[in-house]
């Protein structure tokens, strides 16, 4: 500002002393008149050396901001763009623990709000609120989860300009094409939300035949939980493929073949025409309080147990009853409430897991999965 001003008053000088030159040089002006010339010249030259001070310093004024709008605008998008990019994770998952909220809620009270007004501020906040209800709890739905998410992308959307926002119905549509893909995961959420209530299982992950032994001949695909205390067992459910040994969502226990403890309870019906190798690592469990000799199984209701009836139903189309996820005959009839059908058949997980029975035929009783593990391995000597 200062070399501004300098330049304007120096320009101003040179400007009067060429004006008295040249009127004294060409005779311009009588010697008598120029005294008053000059006094004239150069009040006109400090004015017009004013006006040219406030028009430049404006203009330097109003680029600079515009630069520094710039940069502030780059800014804020690029944090927007990143929440936005954190959220649709969670969205794709299909829940969110309780660390994702922390770092959610960390990064809009830190990073967002000091670009975004009370309004804005105030309805995200709420919108997050509600999303931190799902952190860690189970009986909340998907749909509420993306209406929640969908809710502060609009804002932050509207915030930097982008002209558009997000239509639940139009994204419905677009998740026509990967149902199946959507179905499995909201299978493996809900039954971890399930049985992660049990302090004896691990986080469960889907694991084909494959993943489980080197000489399978099936390719069924199952969720499997690890125990924590019994080296060597898997809870299994499934399979959730067509290529599947045993046609139908059982649970089951997986052990592995050198824990010899267990052999005379591993199913071994030899007459069965689906009987494999893989057949060999299982130990079956039996529902309890419904007809004898049969497995527990997810997709069968059991309407003569009230206690298993009241964990809810869903229809079952006309037939066998299929549910393979590779298999988009059998899972279309659920299309359009295959969330609940998975949160129904986690409930149903959960019960079998605590009320199921391991047949022990010497003595023909049974007894439960987790009396069973501690009595035949809980002490088992490592091989």
């Not at 830190?110 to 906040?125: D, T």
Request: charged letters at 30%; aromatic letters at 14%; proline letters at 3%.
């Amino acid at each position: 500002m200062k070399r501004i001003w300098v330049t304007a008053l120096l320009f101003s000088i040179l400007g009067v002393i060429a004006f008295c030159m040249v009127a004294n040089t060409f005779q311009i002006l009588p010697a008598n008149v120029l005294p008053a010339s000059f006094i004239g010249a150069c009040l006109g030259a400090i004015i017009s050396a004013i006006i040219t001070q406030f028009l430049l310093s404006g203009q330097t004024e109003h680029e600079e901001i515009k630069e520094r709008n710039v940069k502030v605008f780059e800014r804020k998008s690029k944090i927007f763009h990143e929440y936005i990019d954190d959220l649709w994770k969670v969205l794709e998952k299909q829940k969110i623990t309780l660390e994702e909220y922390e770092q959610l809620r960390k990064k809009f009270s830190v990073r967002l709000m000091i670009y975004l007004k009370e309004k804005a501020s105030r309805s995200i906040a709420n919108y997050l609120k509600n999303i931190g209800e799902f952190a860690g709890v189970t009986g909340k739905t998907y749909e509420d989860l993306k209406e929640n998410i969908f809710g502060i992308i609009n804002i932050l959307s509207g915030e930097i300009n982008l002209g558009g926002k997000l239509d639940i119905e139009i994204d419905k549509s677009l998740e026509e094409p990967i149902f199946p893909m959507l179905f499995k995961q909201a299978v493996l959420n809900e039954l971890n939300n399930s049985l992660q209530s049990s302090i004896e299982l691990y986080e469960g992950k889907f694991c084909e035949e494959d993943d489980l032994i080197s000489d399978g001949e099936w390719g069924g695909e199952y969720v499997c939980f690890d125990f924590r205390r019994f080296k060597g067992c898997k809870l299994l459910i499934g399979s959730f493929s067509k290529y599947c040994p045993h046609a139908g969502i059982w649970m089951l226990l997986f052990i592995d073949k050198n824990i010899h403890s267990i052999d005379k309870f591993r199913f071994n019906d030899e007459n069965e025409y689906r009987f494999c190798e893989f057949s060999k690592y299982l130990v079956e469990i039996w529902a309890a309080g419904v007809d004898d000799g049969e497995w527990a199984g997810l997709i069968k209701p059991y309407s003569d147990n009230e206690e298993y009836t009241a964990l809810g139903d869903f229809d079952v189309p006309p037939g066998d009853g299929w549910l393979f996820l590779d298999e988009p005959c059998t899972i279309e009839p659920y299309r359009h409430n295959y969330r609940e059908v998975a949160r129904i058949i986690a409930k149903r997980a959960n019960y079998w897991f605590e009320n199921g029975r391991i047949w022990e035929k010497e003595s023909d009783t049974s007894i439960s999965i987790t009396d069973f593990l501690e009595k035949y391995l809980g002490n088992r000597k490592e091989n």
